[in-house]
């Protein structure tokens, strides 16, 4: 059971440490720099901030890759074969031998696992990484030592495993198939330390060849440059900040460097999940209420009923059990405080029973604490912004942006009390099947789990997506409306009122069809959960 379980441990902890030490946390935020109610820190924002995901290129060539991709499959496909010869022994020579439970544990959790390092190389960039070295290098010492052991196991006497314990042979030595598993073994060894070797000549040393290299650019450059490039970042910095005026060259001219007073962002940002917590950290403030023990006290309660949510959900599956054995005992059982206690559990389960009535009851002022604190500090931030913002501004879009204060309330509400349950549900499931069961159904869980995560999170980026642009189209059409209703006079006076129908009809269409997407991608990924 051990080797799968470690191996995907260090999987998860090796790429976790690769995203926490790559991520740009510290370097490409902008930290607050002003301050709204209270003095908590609002959000520092760039005029130019048009967010273009950043095309991440793999520190290996495409054939390289393919190397490194075409080792993983043949390494994965080592556990096939360890399949085939156990399916093969126990059908064609010996009906009553088996390989066993610890087997077959090992050879599809360790298929899984595997499975897992191909995906990552051929769905993440850039790959393969530090991380991928450090799970290779890992699994190459744990399969040493597993083909050693099992080596000193098979050339001494030992038992032949059966269906029936009462059937088990003895072995005086290394059978034809027991050597086909070693082999087999061997040649996983092999390809684990091929990748290993590609990495660093492929990888390891080319990147230190152009760390050498940037290193010595100091005496290849001239001073004039480097100069002009500093003083060109300087400039260019100083003109970035929000809603600030700019110098002009003449007496009515601007500079023709001049930036805009507002940009729109039209892309996601290209981040990894650390920075998107490192960024999130700047609503924490506005999210715990820190001066009102009575709000505290609530928060808390509610974590606790999550927790007694849990325990429910874990008692239902556990009580249809009881009530199904009572009901099937021959002499005559009495199902009815076991259904008594059933029914209990079902009235206090789910977000729709009373525990999650009770929770949502008391989150209440606690999300009323948040939409405040956000609202005033988005109404204050925008009041705090330069002339020249506000003379380039669409009011519409504007008013719309501050009318969604309440998003980011039913984000984290969301995570905390339907993504991270569900996510400890999961996990519970998983150990409690294999303490009460057995372990092929933990592992069957287990593998189901994963892929359940994994869909829906590649689904959910593409749902981002497009639902960015819906959320800009909403936007676009609330600034048409609002602004030509402001407008009225104007639009009046020169006669406009088939362009702003025909503008404001164009903006709906726009954003009718970002809604058809967004919908069609979100029952698309209903019934691939499903």
């Not at 507002?262 to 917590?277: F, H, K, M, Q, V």
């Not at 007694?308 to 008692?315: G, K, P, T």
């Not at 008391?362 to 604190?373: F, K």
């Not at 590649?458 to 059409?477: G, P, S, T």
Request: positive net charge; charged residues 15%; glycine residues 6%.
């Amino acid at each position: 059971y051990a080797y799968p379980v470690l191996l995907l441990v260090s999987f998860l902890a090796a790429f976790t440490t690769r995203s926490i030490l790559a991520s740009n946390s510290n370097a490409n935020i902008t930290k607050p720099t002003t301050t709204g109610p209270g003095g908590k820190p609002l959000p520092a924002t760039d005029p130019t901030r048009n967010f273009v995901k950043k095309t991440v290129r793999d520190d290996v060539t495409r054939s390289q890759k393919l190397v490194f991709n075409w080792l993983s499959v043949f390494a994965a496909a080592t556990f096939v074969g360890n399949s085939v010869i156990a399916i093969v022994h126990a059908v064609s020579h010996n009906q009553e031998w088996w390989a066993g439970k610890h087997v077959v544990i090992y050879t599809v959790g360790a298929f899984f696992v595997y499975c897992l390092f191909l995906i990552s190389l051929l769905d993440s960039k850039p790959s393969p990484t530090a991380a991928h070295l450090a799970t290779w290098s890992f699994a190459a010492v744990l399969e040493t030592a597993l083909v050693g052991l099992s080596i000193a196991l098979y050339t001494h006497t030992h038992k032949q495993p059966a269906l029936h314990s009462s059937k088990e042979s003895m072995s005086f030595g290394m059978t034809s198939w027991e050597a086909g598993e070693i082999a087999i073994g061997i040649l996983r060894i092999i390809l684990l330390l091929a990748l290993i070797v590609f990495y660093i000549i492929f990888a390891v040393l080319p990147g230190r060849a152009r760390a050498g290299d940037s290193g010595n650019i100091g005496e290849t450059t001239s001073l004039l440059d480097s100069a002009d490039h500093e003083i060109g970042s300087a400039n260019t910095h100083a003109n970035s900040s929000y809603g600030s005026t700019h110098p002009v060259s003449g007496e009515h001219s601007c500079s023709d460097g001049a930036l805009p007073a507002r940009s729109r962002p039209t892309g996601a940002p290209s981040r990894n999940w650390w920075e998107y917590l490192w960024g999130y950290r700047v609503f924490f403030p506005y999210l715990w209420p820190s001066k009102n023990r009575r709000l505290q006290v609530l928060v808390v309660v509610c974590f606790l009923i999550v927790l007694a949510q849990r325990v429910v959900n874990l008692m239902v599956p556990n009580q249809v059990g009881k009530i199904v054995n009572e009901l099937a005992d021959k002499k005559g059982g009495k199902p009815w405080k076991a259904i008594i206690i059933f029914i209990f559990y079902r009235f206090v389960q789910g977000n729709n029973g009373l525990l999650g009535a009770i929770r949502s009851t008391l989150w209440i002022p606690v999300t009323q604490y948040s939409y405040r604190e956000l609202s005033v500090a988005a109404f204050e931030h925008v009041h705090s912004l330069s002339l020249d913002f506000h003379l380039g501004k669409k009011t519409g879009e504007v008013l719309s942006a501050l009318g969604k204060g309440n998003s980011i309330n039913t984000f984290l509400e969301h995570v905390t009390f339907q993504i991270v349950p569900m996510l400890v549900d999961l996990a519970v499931a998983i150990g409690y099947f294999l303490i009460e069961f057995n372990a092929y159904y933990a592992l069957a869980i287990s593998i189901i789990t994963f892929w359940y995560i994994y869909l829906t999170i590649r689904m959910a980026q593409r749902h981002a997506e497009i639902r960015r642009e819906m959320v800009n189209a909403d936007r676009e059409e609330d600034a048409v409306k609002n602004d030509s209703m402001v407008s009225y006079e104007t639009v009046k006076y020169f006669n406009a009122e088939a362009y702003e129908f025909n503008r404001y009809r164009d903006a709906v269409n726009k954003y009718q069809k970002a809604e058809y997407q967004v919908l069609f991608s979100l029952n698309l990924m209903n019934v691939s959960q499903n």
